[in-house]
Structure formats: C-alpha cells, structure tokens
C-alpha cells in the first residue's frame, strides 16, 4: 500500500508539472495570435489539458520507472523523447498537410512544448527516484542490437518504406478520410476508392512516399531507443513505445486549438492513435526480441 501511495504521489506531482510547463509554454510561443477558442471548446479546455497531463506523467514515469537509465542520461533520453514524439513528428506532418499551418507558425509550434520537455524530464528522474544509481539498474547503457548487420538494415528498411507508410496511407482512407468535415479540410477525396484517391495524390505529389518513409525511420530510430534502453522482456519496451506513440503523440488532439475543429481532431486522434499503436508492435517483433533480452524487471 505505501508503495501505491508513493507512486501515486509522483504520478500527481508529474501531472500538475505538465499542465503548468504546457500552459507557459503555449503563452510563451503561441502560434496563433488574437485567435479566441469557441465557447463550447473552452468549456471543456481545463478537462481536456488535465486529461492529457494525467496520461503524459502516468506514461512517463512508467519509462523511468523501469528504465536501465539513471541520472543525467536518463534526463536527456525523456526530454528529448518527449519533445520528438509529441511534437517535432507531427509538425512534420502538420507542415506539409495542413493548409492553415504556414512556415511563419512552425518555429512557435515547435517550440512551445520545450518548456514542458526540458522541465518534465528531468522532473520525472528525480521525482521517480532515478537521479542516482540504484538496485533498479540492470545495465550501464544502451544494449546494441543483437542483429546481424544486414538483417538489421533489412528490418528496418521494411518498417520505414513498407509498414509504416501501409499503416499511414490505410488509416488515413479507411478512418480519416470518413469524417465529411475532415474530407474538406484536405480538399476533398481525390478518387472514389483508396486505389483511386492514392494513385491521383502519387502522380501528383512525388514527395509523400519519401516523407512518409523519412517519417517511419525517425519512429523507428525513437522506438529503438526506448526499446533498448527499458529492462525486462521485450514486450514491456514495446508496450512503452506503442503507448507513447499512441497517446503521447497524440492525445494534445484532445485539448481544443484554433487550428483544428472538433471533428477533425477526433478523426485524427482515431486514425494516429490506432496505426502507430499497431506500428509499434510491429516494432517490437521485428527489433525488440533479437537479443534475448527475457530478463525479468526488478
């Protein structure tokens, strides 16, 4: 019981920290000036801000709690995992797709969750009791992977330029692209089926594969990382992985911002959250089991 307690405890210090460090950062680098939400979208703006922080520090403390990290180390792999997963992926995204995202917004995007990123990380270290080294480490750093080298690349080659763009271009039609009110946000559909739509935007948008794969390498490199630095058996860095890249990442789509409608963020919150949590476990199978890493966590 005190055990429960005492996670408990952190888990609600994390949660307030990251509702404070977002809300500054978001005054500090708002990308939208002098845009006031609808009134129904600030109703619930409180709700959904200490929903999102309660997931986030629930999720981060669970990384450090079971990391093989420790100390400064493990301050820098949060921060800066943090920072990557929530934002700096998706504004790839945002940048290329949306049409009310312009060049001149990017750098306030981009940095108005440093504040949260640089404060949250090294929060979590100490509040998790991972600044110093202890019992809970189980190696000094990072494990390689145990592949041969062209096995190695052969993986992810596959999940970079097959999987993640099949999962991305598949939700994108099949989820998505079902909401009327998203369909018009892109510009509509470009063809009656999923062959017809993506076989236009191929022709005419050489740059997406390249982008997606680009993308798919950047989650694998992040996936990697976690999965490498987590103890225990394969299955818990994968279930990290697929949990960040599925709520982190995209669980800010849940506050209300002046730049997506209601429907839009939900739509997109459904189909990113379902395809990155199926793309992580790809992750795990095809990277995280190949070096015998069964050790039980303490």
Excluded at 179 to 201: C, N
Excluded at 247 to 260: A, I, Q, S
Aim: aromatic share 12%.
């Amino acid at each position: 019981m005190k055990a429960v307690m005492l996670n408990l405890g952190r888990w609600l210090v994390l949660t307030i920290a990251h509702a404070v460090l977002f809300t500054v950062g978001a005054q500090l680098f708002p990308p939208v000036a002098d845009m006031a939400l609808d009134p129904a979208d600030e109703a619930v703006a409180g709700v959904a801000l200490l929903a999102m922080s309660a997931v986030d520090a629930a999720l981060v403390l669970a990384v450090v709690r079971t990391s093989r990290l420790h100390g400064l180390p493990l301050m820098g792999l949060v921060a800066g995992l943090l920072w990557f997963v929530k934002t700096v992926i998706s504004q790839m995204e945002a940048a290329y797709f949306m049409p009310n995202v312009t060049g001149l917004m990017l750098p306030a995007l981009l940095a108005m969750t440093l504040p949260l990123s640089l404060g949250l990380g090294p929060l979590a270290v100490w509040v998790g009791g991972r600044a110093r080294r202890s019992d809970l480490d189980e190696s000094p750093g990072l494990a390689p992977v145990g592949l041969p080298a062209r096995q190695l690349w052969l993986r992810v080659g596959l999940l970079s330029a097959g999987v993640y763009p099949f999962l991305f271009f598949t939700a994108g039609w099949f989820i998505a692209f079902r909401s009327a009110a998203l369909r018009e946000f892109y510009g509509g559909a470009r063809g009656d089926t999923f062959f017809a739509h993506y076989a236009w935007v191929f022709a005419h948008d050489p740059l997406l594969y390249p982008l997606e794969v680009l993308r798919g390498a950047l989650w694998v490199a992040a996936a990697v990382l976690l999965l490498r630095s987590t103890r225990g058996p394969w299955w818990i860095g994968t279930l990290h992985v697929a949990l960040w890249f599925s709520l982190v990442e995209n669980d800010g789509l849940l506050v209300p911002n002046p730049l997506m409608a209601p429907e839009i963020r939900l739509y997109h919150f459904i189909e990113t959250a379902s395809s990155n949590f199926v793309f992580a476990w790809c992750i795990g199978a095809l990277l995280g089991r190949v070096d015998g890493n069964t050790r039980p966590a303490s």
